[in-house]
């Protein structure tokens, strides 16, 4: 885990890193944040280029059957258009001529962005012969990193098995007085997931009440209008405790997992007229980045094997069960429809395949 630690805080502050792969080292840098696009090319020895996952070559009407492809960048491009590439909901499609599939490193190197909560986008450059002595140099000096391009490629599972419990408290809560507060964290120390344990779990009998909820800063806690996450939050406690008890799950994927400041860029796209799943293409990003294995390790932690699920997303329930998880069955769980998320929701429900038939058909 050291390696990938210590890569996502490099690219968080904008070094590279370099990527061994069996036949040759690559040079990565975040795309994000970028201050030249010639000192890669002096580092690495090499003219660098840009990656980009399917989701942002879709968004640009390139279908691409690999997972991310390079572009071959002119020889003269600024750092505004490479953002533009990369980001904007129109650009560059002229530049697409000189696409080809990413390799497992490019891909590797894709992964640790968005592990990063970056923009999945970034430079990269084989290094050559005459520079190759002088980066392995700066790799034995500690001034630079490498890393095994499988191990990069992997870094988006979340070390599964391997979260650590690290605190609770009893908190009360309004609507459940006898709560408890249990925080877990990930290895690599981004991420701190919190189990909301309401009532006594360790006496019920048959499948527990769950709730598995993604943070939304903006809804949670500021009680924003474009969505219905605070609303369903606030809801779940209420209905668990009504149960008996169970569990809330509130899980640091921000965005649907693409991170705050990608999900007020996104918001921005939306402003324009893009609906939540484009503007996440646009991006770079697909449908939905979450990660539910870190929910399982939470669960088993816990001792809950069968659960009673409060969701209307059937791809939560198919992460529990392929996690070895039992969801004996499932609860709707709505907030209310209004003029301002119905946009959000009705595209949750047509293209993400949310169960809200229900509650969208009722007149506002």
Same mark, same amino acid.
């Given at each position: ?144 990193? @490498?890393?095994?391009?499988? %191990?990069?490629?992997? +870094? #988006?599972? $979340?070390? /599964?098995?391997?979260?650590? *419990? ?40 048959? @499948?527990?009440?769950?709730? %598995?909820?993604?943070? +939304? #800063?903006? $809804?949670? /806690?500021?009680?924003?209008? *474009? ?138």
């Amino acid at each position: 885990m050291y390696q990938i630690e210590r890569a996502i805080f490099d690219i968080r502050r904008g070094l590279p890193v370099v990527i061994d792969m069996d036949d040759k080292r690559l040079l990565v840098q975040a795309l994000e944040g970028i201050d030249s696009v010639t000192a890669l090319a002096e580092l690495s020895g090499s003219r660098p280029s840009l990656l980009l996952t399917r989701h942002r070559l879709a968004a640009m009407g390139v279908s691409l059957d690999a997972e991310a492809a390079k572009l071959t960048l002119p020889r003269h491009i600024d750092t505004a258009g490479l953002n533009a590439l990369a980001t904007a909901e129109q650009a560059g499609q002229h530049l697409l001529s000189g696409l080809a599939p990413a390799s497992v490193g490019e891909q590797g190197a894709l992964a640790l962005m968005r592990r990063a909560l970056l923009i999945p986008a970034a430079l990269c450059a084989e290094i050559a012969p005459n520079a190759a002595q002088e980066l392995e140099e700066r790799i034995q000096k500690g001034e630079l990193l @490498a890393i095994d391009a499988d %191990l990069a490629g992997d +870094c #988006l599972n $979340g070390s /599964l098995g391997m979260l650590k *419990r690290v605190s609770e408290a009893r908190i009360p809560l309004e609507d459940a007085p006898e709560s408890r507060f249990v925080l877990f964290r990930e290895p690599d120390g981004l991420r701190e997931h919190v189990a909301v344990v309401i009532g006594d779990i360790d006496a019920m009998q048959g @499948a527990v009440p769950l709730r %598995l909820h993604s943070a +939304c #800063l903006t $809804g949670d /806690l500021f009680g924003s209008l *474009r969505c219905d996450c605070g609303e369903q939050l606030r809801n779940a406690v209420g209905d668990i405790q009504k149960m008996g008890g169970g569990v809330l799950l509130y899980l640091a994927q921000e965005g649907r997992g693409i991170g705050l400041a990608n999900k007020l860029r996104a918001y921005t796209l939306q402003d324009g007229g893009l609906d939540t799943v484009d503007a996440d293409q646009v991006l770079g990003f697909g449908d939905d980045e979450r990660q539910y294995g870190v929910a399982v390790d939470m669960l088993n932690a816990l001792g809950v094997d069968k659960v009673q699920l409060l969701t209307n997303n059937p791809l939560k329930i198919e992460a529990l069960v392929s996690g070895g998880i039992e969801v004996v069955s499932r609860q709707a769980l709505y907030g209310s429809v209004t003029d301002q998320n119905h946009r959000y929701l009705s595209a949750k429900a047509n293209r993400a395949g949310h169960m809200l038939d229900e509650v969208l058909s009722v007149p506002r």
